[in-house]
C-alpha cells in the first residue's frame, strides 16, 4: 500500500484581490499578500466616491437633516433619520418619551427585520451554502428564500405604516412625526408580524444549521447600552473593554484618520486599537436584554451569551431578528394614540449629539447649529468606516490560518469574512472633506487609488 501524497506546498509569495466585491451595498475591493508563509499586506479598499453629506448639511435649517441623511442609504434609511432626530433635539434641548418614543422604535424595527433579513438571505447564505448568488440559491431552495421575501415584506410593510412609505421614508420629523398611526390602522401589522414571528424562528433554524468555520477573534466590542431594554435608540457608548460613556463623549473615545486606500474615514479607538460595532457587539453587551423568545433561540441555535466568531454573525442577526419583531408586537398591543404627532422643537444655538444601532452598528450624528438653527457644523460616523479595521484584522487572520486553501477558495473565504459584516460602504464614503490645490495641474491626493479595471469609469 503506498503512502499518502504529501500536502501541496504553500507557495512562499502570494496575491489575493478582488476588485469588485460583490453582495455588498457600495463599490470596495479587497488585497492581501502573503511572504515566507505569513499575511505581509492586507488591504479593505473602498474607492467608492465620497458624497460630501456633511458639507451639504452645513447651512440648512435644523428641520432638514432628517430628510436629507435618509438618502445616505435605501437600506437603513430609518438609522440615519434617528440618529439626526436624536442629535438635532438634543442640541435643542428636547427629549421624546411615551408613545412617539415607542413609535421611532417601532419604525426601527421595521428597518431591523427588513435589513438583516435581506441580508441574511440574498447576500449572507449563499456564502455558507456553496451558491454564487441568491437566484442561484433559489433554484434549489426556492421555499426558503421566498420565506425571507416574505419576511423581509413584514418589515418593509410596518417601515411604510410608521414612515410613510418603504424607502427613505417621508413622515418622520424633529419632534416625531407629520402624523401619527391609529390603533385601528396597526391592528392588521399585529397578525402578519405573529406570522413573521414563526417564520423567524425557522430562520434562525435554518441558519445555525450551516457549516460555520471555527474562527474566534479578540474584539474590543463597542454598542448602545440601556439599562431597561436591548439598546436601539439612545442610551449610552458602552464597551466591552468596561468603559461606559454618555453619547457626547463619543469623540473622546473614538478618532478617525484618512488612509489612502479608502475614501471612508478610517476610525479607532483612542488607545490606537481598533473595535468592533454591529450585531455581534450588540449581543456581547446586551443578550441579556433579548426578547425572552430571542433568548431562547439563541440558546438552541448554540450561542452563549458572548459571540466572538465574525462567521456566527448570520445567527445573531437572525436572533436580532425574532427580537425586533417580539419588541413590535409588545409596542402595538400597548400603544396609545399621542395627543400630537410632534413636540415643539424651538432652535437654539447648541451642539447635539445622537446615536442609534443601525442593522450594521453604532451610528453617531452631532450638529453644530446656531440661533436661528442653521447648520454650522455636521459629523456622521456610520457603522462600516468604524469597522473597516475590524474587517482587516480578520482577513488577516483568517488567511493566515487557512494557508493551505488554494487561491479560488481562499479568495471566496476572503469575500465571506468581509460578507459577515453585511458591509455598507456607500454609507461610509460620504464625509471625506474635499480639499483641492491646482496651481500645476496635480494638487494633493491625486493618485489614481482605485484598483486598476475600475479607473476610468
Known amino acids: ?169 417621508v413622515n418622520v420629523r424633529v419632534g416625531g412625526f407629520y402624523r401619527v398611526p391609529t390603533r385601528r390602522e396597526l391592528a392588521p401589522m399585529r397578525e402578519a408580524l405573529l406570522v413573521a414571528r414563526d417564520q423567524a424562528e425557522a430562520m434562525i433554524r435554518w441558519v445555525a444549521g450551516f457549516d460555520i468555520p471555527d474562527f474566534e477573534r479578540d474584539y474590543v466590542f463597542v454598542a448602545l447600552r440601556d439599562p431597561d431594554r436591548y439598546a436601539v435608540v439612545g442610551g449610552e457608548l458602552g464597551s466591552s473593554a468596561g468603559w461606559s460613556a454618555p453619547i457626547a463623549e463619543f469623540d473622546d473615545h473614538v478618532h478617525e484618520e484618512h488612509v489612502a486606500r479608502s475614501n471612508a474615514l478610517r476610525a479607532h479607538l483612542s488607545d490606537g486599537g481598533p473595535y468592533l460595532v454591529g450585531p455581534l457587539a450588540r449581543y456581547s453587551l446586551n443578550s441579556a436584554q433579548l426578547s425572552e423568545g430571542a433568548q431562547a433561540a439563541a440558546a438552541d441555535a448554540g450561542l452563549g451569551p458572548t459571540c466572538r466568531n465574525p462567521f456566527q454573525s448570520i445567527v445573531v442577526r437572525s436572533v436580532e431578528t425574532l427580537h425586533a419583531i417580539d419588541e413590535a408586537l409588545a409596542i402595538i398591543e400597548r400603544y396609545d394614540e399621542p395627543d400630537v404627532a410632534a413636540v415643539e422643537v424651538v432652535p437654539r444655538a447648541g451642539v447635539g449629539h445622537g446615536a442609534t444601532e443601525a442593522p450594521r452598528g453604532l451610528l453617531y450624528h452631532r450638529y453644530d447649529l446656531d440661533d436661528q438653527g442653521l447648520v454650522l457644523d455636521a459629523r456622521i460616523v456610520p457603522p462600516t468606516s468604524q469597522n473597516q479595521a475590524a474587517i482587516e484584522d480578520d482577513l488577516a487572520g483568517f488567511v493566515d490560518r487557512h494557508l493551505d486553501l488554494d487561491d479560488e477558495t481562499l479568495t471566496l473565504r476572503c469575500e465571506q469574512a468581509i460578507r459577515n459584516y453585511d458591509p455598507c460602504i456607500s454609507c461610509a464614503t460620504h464625509f471625506l472633506d474635499l480639499t483641492i490645490e491646482d496651481d500645476d495641474g496635480a494638487g494633493p491626493g491625486a493618485t489614481d487609488r482605485r484598483p486598476p479595471g475600475r479607473r476610468g469609469r
Open 1 to 169: 500500500m503506498s503512502d499518502p501524497a504529501p500536502p501541496p506546498a504553500i507557495p512562499d509569495e502570494r496575491t489575493l484581490r478582488v476588485e469588485a466585491l460583490a453582495r455588498v451595498e457600495g463599490e470596495g475591493a479587497m488585497y492581501v499578500r502573503t511572504s515566507g508563509g505569513r499575511v505581509a499586506e492586507v488591504e479593505l479598499q473602498i474607492y467608492e466616491p465620497p458624497r460630501f453629506f456633511e458639507a451639504f448639511l452645513r447651512g440648512r435649517s435644523y428641520t432638514e437633516p432628517p430628510d436629507i441623511t435618509a438618502r445616505i442609504c435605501g437600506i437603513c434609511p430609518v438609522a440615519y433619520q434617528m440618529s439626526a432626530c436624536l442629535a438635532i433635539e438634543d442640541a435643542c434641548g428636547v427629549t421624546l418619551d411615551g408613545p412617539l418614543a415607542d413609535l421611532r422604535r417601532l419604525l426601527y424595527c421595521g428597518e431591523w427585520i427588513e435589513s438583516h433579513v435581506l441580508h441574511i438571505y440574498l447576500l449572507h447564505a449563499p456564502d455558507f451554502l456553496g451558491y454564487p448568488s441568491a437566484l442561484a440559491l433559489a433554484r434549489d431552495q426556492a421555499d426558503a428564500v421566498q420565506q425571507g421575501l416574505d419576511l423581509k415584506k413584514t418589515g418593509n410593510d410596518l417601515v411604510d405604516l410608521i414612515g410613510g412609505r418603504a424607502v427613505h421614508p
